[in-house]
């Protein structure tokens, strides 16, 4: 295989935020806590972690390994290992970062609206009707599109700077303050009135609520939050120095997501019911963006210190969804600069206004364009769907069977080691790779029947 010269991580602490900002996003702010509840609190909770270190885990690792044994993109990798006829895995996997890019920045925009509603103290009146103006917001045709521009801006801007300069420079701060930041809010959604209901809510197990639905749910929100089968995780590891642990990374990474997941929940459950205890009315932990942007608001009118904790809780949330579309952007980026050679800077700006464009029809279709239907779902939803149940579940089957199956045993173990540098324990690296090779791949085909069939 031809050694090529390629930008890499400055150091270790940097490759770990970079890893960990890839994998914490917007689902870890709203998705993941509504579904803890949900599926039994703990109960869920553990499940979430058996099925993340037995597949979500093992997934994670042939990605970052795939990535740091080509040194390339995530198209062109399967070529650079020699198998140059299964570079369409590598494809579908551009095509989920395409997709999933395309409606992660308009997500990204309401995010950032609702940043500058706080920081404006827009959330001060108990009497608005947020439902409605979240709403109006979505369905209008400028703002969203100005918003998502702007959210889009500050991705390529970051990006342009490559891979230390810009990437890792950004996450070594600002994942710093995210954490600070979500912890602080959490202590003071704790130190409510009423606020342990919700605390007993998220993490006391109860495993009447498990059911079949909640493995499979458990390990499709693993995948979601990791961000497997779109090229991110594959094209981070590239640019990963041979002596770094890839498994201990891997595993820092998936325990820090989760960490942070459940922080988050803490930071936004307890609060929920404290205020409907003072309100005497029942908690609504509804799911999805209602979470965040309607939800949340009117209780931040209804808290002490309200507003503080609104700039923050939306500053937490704006810096997850761009580190996570700093990844999502440079899977892409990495395809265009090194496929089409052309500099970074124009591979950014040619991604962007790909990204730009397609994102514009998933956010009108929230409004004047949600006539407009693909396969019975507006293209904001089509988007999502097509991303998450087709193209990065499929890519990460076809990615494990290769990886098990076609590439070399031996070539697998070599890197898994850092050519025999990391000192990873001999029981692990053979755990990973039976689990690579027979289970991770029987889980992905369950989500991808389930998605299908149920």
């Known amino acids: 295989m031809k050694k090529i010269s390629r930008e890499k991580f400055g150091s270790r602490f940097g490759v770990l935020m970079a890893m960990a900002g890839s994998a914490i996003g917007l689902g870890n702010m709203w998705r993941f806590p509504y579904l803890t509840a949900k599926n039994g609190g703990a109960a869920f909770i553990v499940i979430y972690l058996l099925l993340m270190l037995t597949i979500s885990l093992p997934t994670m690792i042939t990605e970052y390994l795939i ?13 650079r290992l020699g198998f140059p006829k299964l570079k369409f895995i590598g494809l579908m996997a551009i095509f989920a970062v395409v997709f999933v890019l395309s409606f992660y920045i308009v997500v990204g925009g309401w995010a950032t609206r609702y940043l500058v509603e706080a920081c404006t103290l827009g959330f001060q009146s108990t009497a608005t009707d947020y ?9 209008s045709t400028a703002y969203p599109l100005i918003y998502t521009f702007i959210f889009l801006s500050l991705t390529a801007v970051i990006i342009s ?6 990437i890792e420079a950004f996450s070594k701060i600002m994942m710093t303050v995210l954490f600070i930041i979500i912890i602080l809010v959490a202590i003071h959604a704790i130190s409510l009135p009423g606020a342990m209901d919700g605390v007993k809510y998220l993490l006391v197990p109860d495993f009447s609520k ?9 390990l499709g929100q693993s995948f979601f939050s990791l961000g497997l089968g779109c090229g991110t995780i594959l094209v981070y590891g590239s640019y990963v120095k041979t002596e770094e642990d890839l498994s201990m990374s891997a595993i820092f990474t998936a325990f820090i997501d989760t960490g942070f997941a459940i922080v988050a929940g803490l930071a936004i459950i307890p609060a929920i019911f ?9 908690p609504n932990v509804d799911a999805g963006p209602g979470l965040v942007f309607i939800t949340l608001p009117s209780i931040f009118a209804s808290m002490p210190f309200g507003s ?18 700093i990844s999502l952007l440079e899977s892409f980026v990495a395809y265009v600069m090194e496929v089409w050679n052309i ?7 040619f991604a962007s206004i790909i990204c730009l464009c397609l994102g514009a029809f998933c956010s009108l279709s929230q409004g004047v364009l949600s006539d407009v239907r693909i396969l019975g779902m507006n293209v904001f939803d089509f988007f999502d769907k097509a991303s998450s149940n087709f193209f990065m579940t499929v890519s990460c089957l076809l990615m494990l069977i290769f990886a098990g199956w076609f590439m ?9 080691t850092g050519r025999g540098l990391s000192k990873t324990p001999g029981w692990l690296q053979k755990l990973i790779y039976l689990l690579v090779k027979f289970i991770a791949p029987i889980g992905v085909l369950t989500i991808i029947i389930c998605n299908f069939f149920f």
């Open 274 to 282: 404290a205020i409907a205890s003072m309100n005497g009315v029942e």
């Open 308 to 325: 503080v904790i609104a700039i923050l809780f939306f500053l937490s949330l704006g810096l997850a969804a761009i580190t996570s579309s």
């Open 343 to 349: 500099s970074r800077k124009k591979a950014v700006l």
């Open 131 to 139: 439902s409605g103006k979240f709403a109006s917001f979505v369905s």
């Open 67 to 79: 990535g740091r044994r080509s040194r390339s993109n995530a198209y062109s990798a399967y070529g």
């Open 408 to 416: 070399k045993k031996e070539d697998f173990m070599d890197e898994l």
């Open 161 to 166: 700077g490559g891979v230390k300069k810009g």
């Open 210 to 218: 498990v059911t079949g639905e909640t493995w499979v749910t458990a």
